[in-house]
């Protein structure tokens, strides 16, 4: 096993000199910002890759996991970003982990109190929040290595912050992409929404087609009481592409949070969501949706967990497997003692488009409570020749029948989506990518 | 001048079981033919197989519309060449809506390069559905998706409005209806009939035939048509049952 050996010692170009760089060119940021930096850079190096025995990576293929051969350091934009097929204009675009266009949001409401910023300039302005917020929950996913090389490297990131009883109309959008050979990059987006606020986040992810990066990206969503978030990632990364996100989202009293994730890009792509339900009455709709072709693999890992009496989560992760794809959905809901009346939903579903794809599905419940709902199920099936059947005997064409069905199959989790105009863009991105 | 739907001579097997043995029927449009027989005497197969589901084997005979086989060819192509098929138990499909299904639908029926009028094509819808005392807000619900039983044989009824076919088989379509339900769906029927539908209705109930009233009859035994005649067939095999087909219609 000589392979591995090497992934245990490899920090690739994560070197400490090139640590030492980065956190040079963050001078005169808080020292709580640069102190742990340092702590996680320690970690990073201190930590063990994953190993044959981690349960967390059961059927990933760890060996693609290698940092060598990606840059430390940031070469220079060579592309700008493209139309992205999303409703209104990105308020923040990202390109090698740096600003590189604004578009301002609405005065009136930035008076009011809303933020829309930078992470380095929230670093400034907003320090005691972030402080509170950034990467502030535990890895219980796997990551704990890579989540320490990302606050390690991180050099800026999106910061929305949406005040008391404020709610947006128009969604958030941010662009986070890459570009040149071997680039990695860190994207990062904080969103925290006060009592009672309202408002919708897109992630885009996108790197140039010709070479591959490393993209190591994380996202904070802390939803106060009684107010409601929505955040959409829209996976597109290049399919060379390795690519690592870990979401952790916090929902307290009465609030609501909704995330769906579309996996369309990278080579080797994992996603790892965490939810925490800590006061009665919160909610948790955890929402995806993986197109997987050629030899990738899309490894998805979530953990529900409920701390409080009376709180609610509902998964639903939907996969299409085509050619020699291979997907690994891991789920798990945990309920605290405490934690009666629980309400708790998990399901995975994988729809095989070819017989030499793979899908494994690996549900799990801990249940400490006695008084809970807690239900959970994988299926994996192929289109169902029945309703191909139907669907031709209304005149329609095999292939277009197979295509209405498929696209049938992503559409009941697109319906969650309460903005027709998101959908509706969604679907078109998707239609695109499967075609 | 009238369509015709032949049935020659057909021969239908699912695995190495015969199931249809050999059945010969002409429908003219204008036409209203019922087909009545017990439980697992080959009716729904039949039907699928002229259909052309690919579970069922045509081992020989032919089906021909206007004199041309229909069975070298596809589902769909059968479907536009004017055939229809309302299911005895039709399929649910998640996530596609009516309005989008029935779409496509129409659009696959129409030519190459042809684009179907979205404002002409709602205004159908509705009518149709008002006329089938379906809701409009079924037009956003997905395909047969938690229907009941009643609902699924009114959007059977309601496709085959909007697709205006030559020829409809329909397969039990009384069956799981209460009265109120067949009343509207026959009344649908009803309106729908006329010198441009030739119709095949598979029953093993006379109740039905109250309301659509057949032009012929036919009974239907182990795979074959063993008598035929008008209306009062039916009424005759409705007092005697189909015992009285067992005993006096199978002779050697």
């Not at chain 2, 819808?125 to 009114?154: C, H, P, W």
């Amino acid at each position: 096993m000589s392979t591995s050996t090497n992934l245990v010692t490899s920090v690739g170009a994560f070197s400490a000199e090139a640590f030492a760089l980065a956190l040079e060119s963050h001078k005169g940021l808080p020292s709580w910002w640069l102190e742990r930096k340092e702590a996680a850079y320690k970690q990073f190096t201190s930590l063990a890759y994953p190993s044959a025995t981690d349960e967390s990576w059961r059927f990933s293929t760890r060996s693609g996991f290698k940092l060598d051969g990606f840059l430390a350091t940031n070469s220079p934009a060579t592309t700008a970003a493209k139309d992205i097929g999303l409703p209104g204009k990105p308020a923040l675009t990202f390109v090698n982990n740096s600003l590189t266009e604004s578009n301002p949001v609405d005065q009136a409401l930035t008076q009011k109190g809303l933020v829309v910023s930078t992470l380095k300039q929230a670093l400034k302005t907003h320090s005691e929040v972030l402080k509170a917020h950034f990467m502030a929950q535990d890895q219980r996913l796997g990551s704990a290595k890579f989540a320490a090389l990302h606050t390690a490297f991180i050099n800026d990131g999106a910061f929305i912050y949406v005040p008391k009883g404020m709610e947006l109309k128009t969604p958030i959008t941010i662009v986070h992409s890459a570009s040149g050979a071997n680039t990695a990059v860190f994207p990062h987006t904080l969103v925290i929404t006060e009592e009672n606020a309202q408002v919708s986040v897109i992630d885009y992810f996108v790197s140039d087609s010709t070479s591959a990066h490393f993209c190591c990206g994380a996202n904070d969503l802390y939803a106060g009481h009684g107010s409601k978030l929505n955040y959409v990632g829209l996976q597109n990364w290049s399919t060379l592409d390795l690519c690592l996100q870990m979401n952790s989202t916090v929902v307290k009293r009465d609030a609501r949070a909704q995330s769906l994730n579309l996996h369309l890009g990278g080579h080797q792509a994992r996603h790892e969501s965490l939810s925490q339900l800590q006061a009665p009455g919160a909610f948790s709709e955890m929402l995806a949706l993986t197109i997987a072709s050629g030899e990738r693999e899309f490894d998805q890992r979530t953990l529900q967990i409920h701390q409080a009496p009376n709180t609610k989560s509902d998964l639903l992760y939907k996969n299409v497997l085509q050619d020699k794809a291979r997907t690994i959905f891991s789920g798990l809901i945990v309920v605290d003692q405490d934690a009666q009346k629980t309400d708790a939903y998990q399901s995975n579903r994988n729809l095989m488009l070819s017989d030499s794809a793979e899908a494994n599905s690996l549900p799990g419940l801990e249940i400490q409570a006695n008084d809970v709902r807690c239900t959970h199920g994988a299926t994996t099936s192929r289109v169902d020749p029945e309703e191909l059947f139907y669907l031709q005997a209304r005149c329609i064409p095999e292939a277009k029948a197979h295509e209405l069905l498929v696209f049938g199959f992503f559409e009941e989790v697109l319906n969650r989506l309460e903005d027709d105009e998101l959908h509706a863009a969604l679907r078109t991105i998707i239609q695109s990518n499967f075609n | 001048m009238a369509s015709s739907l032949e049935i020659k001579n057909l021969h239908v097997s699912i695995g190495d079981k015969e199931i249809v043995k050999g059945l010969s029927l002409t429908v003219k449009t204008g036409e209203v033919h019922a087909i009545m027989g017990p439980n697992g005497t080959g009716k729904s197969t039949l039907s699928k197989a002229i259909a052309g589901h690919p579970d069922y084997t045509i081992t020989s005979g032919d089906v021909l519309i206007d004199g041309k086989s229909i069975l070298g060819i596809e589902p769909d192509e059968r479907a536009r060449a004017g055939l229809f098929l309302a299911f005895q138990y039709p399929a649910e499909i998640p996530g596609v809506s009516i309005a989008n299904f029935i779409r496509a639908a129409l659009q696959a029926k129409m030519g190459e390069g042809e684009e179907l009028d979205a404002t002409a094509y709602y205004k159908k819808l509705y009518q149709k559905m008002d006329m089938l005392q379906i809701d409009r807000k079924f037009t956003s619900r997905a395909v047969n998706d938690g229907f009941s039983g009643g609902e699924k044989k009114r959007c059977e009824i309601l496709q085959m409005a909007m697709l205006e076919p030559r020829f409809a088989m329909m397969d039990e379509t009384d069956s799981g209806l209460d009265i109120d339900a067949l009343r509207i769906v026959s009344d649908g029927v009803n309106q729908l009939k006329g010198d441009a539908l030739g119709v095949i209705m598979i029953t093993h109930y006379q109740r039905l035939l109250n309301y659509i009233v057949p032009d012929h009859v036919h009974v239907m035994w182990d795979g074959r048509i063993v008598k035929s005649g008008d209306k009062s067939l039916a009424l005759e095999l409705e007092a005697k049952g189909y015992e009285w087909v067992k005993k006096e219609l199978i002779k050697a």
